[in-house]
């Protein structure tokens, strides 16, 4: 922290006054249904973002980051353009013009740092979140969370749901409802099980991947169903007039969506060959109905059933690349992730990263001393 706070003093010339923690996510299972209005059963995690900051008198928002070595200076206004730079200065934008909108901001000088080890666990979601709290640090966490899903709408172009944004303002384990967002608490204390992130370390652009075609795919399922939107597809039956490849995108909806119902009983009933189970039938949806996975993460998930003390194993995330995650017993991990990675590198050429997930709390401010 030492080490931090003198790099905000050398950028900026005085003392930052806060201090801001996002956490990162995994979704435990429930992927692709968030914005169809379903159940998800995300997990924060250790890692994400840190924002150092301090007032500076003016009417400028000045943010470096560490991850990409580079500033942006936006004044606080509301119709900042979307998309106009490509680049991680449009999360900035749509932050600042979204929440300058609603509320009063003022000026700050913002130091951004982010866990390399987190990289593509809702590192958007992530680094939104924190920058929200920062210039907004009154505003309840729901509706930051609300904010940074619209910033991911209208200013990447990702037309995601929300569970990422309320996981990481939430912490722990939650079954999330996002449809009216209400959400249960579950106990994160995984006795000796562990869950493992496996990052295959092929990188992915949801706003370029098939991931806003899913979106689009599931607009044409309800239009066939007679629904309003898809956020209600999860309750719904019917799907004998749908075209093939629109019944299978259904089938993964409606079924993962039981999943996490079933996930989330064997999660409170430390049923873990259960809940493992669940995270298999989860990954073949997703690769054979949804067709979001891929080959390196078909690898890294199939490499991992094959060790012993793993019990289940899914992609996590949006899919095309990223990570997926493993339920491990504790005692056997330090064996089989070494095995892992050296096979999966060999496969595929990518050097992946698997670590431990520890679960974190939500977000968090902390004022710092002046003295």
Not at 42 to 47: F, K, L, N, Q, S
Not at 105 to 113: E, I
Not at 332 to 356: G, I, K
Request: hydrophobic share 40%; proline share 2%.
């Amino acid at each position: 922290m030492n080490g931090l706070v003198s790099r905000f003093q050398d950028r900026f010339g005085q003392a930052p006054g806060i201090l801001v923690n996002a956490p990162s996510r995994i979704n435990l299972i429930g992927d692709h249904i968030d914005y169809c209005g379903g159940h998800v059963l995300p997990m924060a995690i250790r890692g994400g973002t840190t924002v150092l900051s301090s007032d500076n008198g003016s009417d400028l928002v000045n943010v470096f980051t560490e991850r990409f070595d580079d500033r942006v200076s936006l004044e606080i206004r509301p119709d900042h353009s979307a998309g106009f730079y490509g680049d991680w200065r449009d999360y900035v934008a749509g932050v600042i013009s979204l929440l300058s909108s609603r509320y009063r901001l003022q000026g700050m000088d913002l130091y951004v740092t982010q866990s390399s080890g987190t990289a593509g666990l809702s590192t958007s979601a992530s680094f939104c979140l924190a920058l929200a709290k920062t210039l907004a640090p009154r505003v309840d966490h729901v509706a930051l969370a609300k904010i940074c899903q619209q910033v991911e709408h209208e200013y990447a172009g990702v037309q995601c749901g929300i569970m990422d944004q309320m996981s990481i303002a939430i912490g722990g384990v939650i079954c999330l409802d996002c449809q009216n967002l209400d959400w249960r608490e579950a106990d994160s204390n995984l006795d000796d099980m562990v869950f493992v992130v496996m990052d295959t370390g092929k990188e992915r652009t949801l706003a370029g991947s098939a991931y806003n075609d899913r979106a689009h795919e599931l607009l044409q399922v309800a239009r066939v169903l007679g629904l309003q939107g898809i956020d209600s597809l999860v309750t719904a039956t019917d799907s004998a007039f749908l075209r093939e490849y629109l019944r299978n995108r259904f089938t993964h909806v409606t079924c993962e969506e039981k999943r996490v119902q079933s996930a989330y009983q064997a999660l409170q009933h430390r049923d873990w060959s259960a809940f493992g189970h669940l995270m298999n039938e989860s990954h073949a949806s997703l690769r054979d109905n949804y067709e979001v996975s891929c080959a390196e993460l078909d690898t890294m998930v199939d490499l991992a059933l094959d060790c012993p003390g793993v019990v289940g194993a899914r992609m996590t995330g949006g899919g095309f690349g990223g990570c997926a995650i493993a339920l491990s017993e504790r005692r056997t991990v330090d064996d089989w992730m070494p095995q892992v990675a050296c096979t999966y590198e060999q496969r595929t050429s990518l050097r992946p990263h698997l670590f431990l997930a520890e679960p974190s709390r939500g977000l968090t401010l902390t004022e710092l001393s002046q003295g």
